[in-house]
């Protein structure tokens, strides 16, 4: 089974940009993978923030967007608030979407 | 717009079943595939399977075969999960999510915890 890796933590100052990252153990990240990026804060349920690589919903800060970049799928925050600090995990889809693998999730800190 | 609404939590011995339900409202509940997901205190999602109401086809992640059983019932719109064989490593909590081919929804359901202990 497919392994997808994500940077344990990272810190962004207030203002500032981050990138998240989304591999595969199998090789490059396309959108084949329908990549999906989930937000999680303490006590709630992970609630969707990119889905099929870029996608945004209603709910989903302008700040957020959703790429493809060096193989991977990339989460960039740009102009970081305090309230995005939360855990972030990515989700890929294999074998035509019927099997599904999340990352070990990336814990943001904003500082 | 898609509600999902579980059971209660569960406490569970070593070598027994849990049995976590997944009541849906707001849709036609054959439309869209029910996958399971769960979370251990501290840790990451994992993701457990998914099962077609309509058909009652299943597809379960490889670490869960032979100890998960995804079923539904169609008349009252609810889904089940159940894990056998239990042990303290499956202590977390448990989500249901309804999904439209590569389209999961929000919100989840509310998750169940279920706790595993002698």
């Known amino acids: 089974q497919a392994v997808v890796t994500q940077e344990p933590s990272l810190t962004v100052s207030p203002g500032g940009t981050v990138t998240l990252t989304c591999g595969s153990s199998?090789?490059?990240?396309?959108?084949?993978?329908?990549p999906y990026w989930f937000q999680q804060k303490p006590g709630q349920a992970p609630r969707t923030l990119i889905y099929?690589?870029?996608n945004k919903h209603s709910w989903t800060p302008a700040r957020f967007s959703g790429s493809l970049l060096g193989g991977k799928a990339a989460l960039t925050l740009s102009g970081a608030q305090p309230e995005d600090e939360a855990e972030y995990y990515c989700?890929?889809?294999?074998?035509?979407?019927?099997?599904?693998?999340f990352g070990g999730g990336t814990k943001l800190t904003v500082l | 717009q898609v509600q999902l609404v579980q059971s209660g939590a569960e406490v569970k011995k070593p070598g027994a079943s849990v049995k976590v339900s997944c009541k849906a409202s707001?849709?036609?509940?054959?439309?869209?595939?029910i996958n399971w997901v769960r979370q251990a205190t501290g840790q990451g999602l994992e993701w457990m399977g998914w099962?077609?109401?309509?058909?009652?086809?299943?597809g379960y992640a490889q670490k869960f075969q032979g100890r998960v059983t995804m079923t539904r019932n169609t008349s009252i719109s609810t889904a089940y999960m159940e894990l056998s064989s239990l042990r303290s490593e499956d202590t977390a909590v448990y989500y249901c999510?309804?999904?439209?081919?590569?389209?999961?929804?929000?919100?989840w359901g509310q998750g169940t915890l279920v706790t595993v202990s002698s």
């Open positions: 999510i309804a999904v439209a081919g590569t389209l999961w929804f929000d919100p």
């Open positions: 707001g849709y036609t509940f054959t439309s869209y595939d």
């Open positions: 099962m077609n109401p309509n058909s009652g086809n299943t």
């Open positions: 199998t090789g490059a990240v396309t959108s084949g993978h329908y």
């Open positions: 099929d690589t870029s």
């Open positions: 989700l890929l889809s294999y074998s035509g979407a019927r099997l599904v693998v």
